[in-house]
């Protein structure tokens, strides 16, 4: 297979299953955050339900979580994208 292939073949998966895994780890977060603190996640920080320290948590546990799995899913689906295209 063309390089030039290999590479938009690899982009277009890793894009789309980044997409999937960022959607399923924020919903398992939020289902976290909600059993942790009987809350719903703070979505928006103008709710005057919402502390300032419960915002920051947030924003700074969605990030860690979705670029984690993001940087696991580039790598594992990099190598299998390599050996579907090499074969």
Do not use: C, H
């Not at 938009?8 to 999937?20: C, F, K």
């Not at 920051?56 to 899913?73: F, Y």
Request: proline residues 3%; without cysteine; charged residues 25%.
């Amino acid at each position: 297979m063309k390089k030039k292939n290999k590479s938009l073949i690899q982009s277009i998966t890793i894009s789309g299953l980044t997409v999937a895994g960022g959607f399923l780890a924020r919903k398992a977060l939020e289902k976290s955050w909600k059993k942790t603190t009987g809350k719903t996640p703070p979505t928006s920080p103008y709710n005057k339900e919402n502390s300032m320290k419960e915002v920051l948590v947030w924003t700074v546990a969605t990030g860690i979580l979705v670029s984690i799995s993001k940087v696991l899913l580039d790598w594992t689906f990099s190598a299998g994208v390599d050996k579907i295209t090499d074969s």
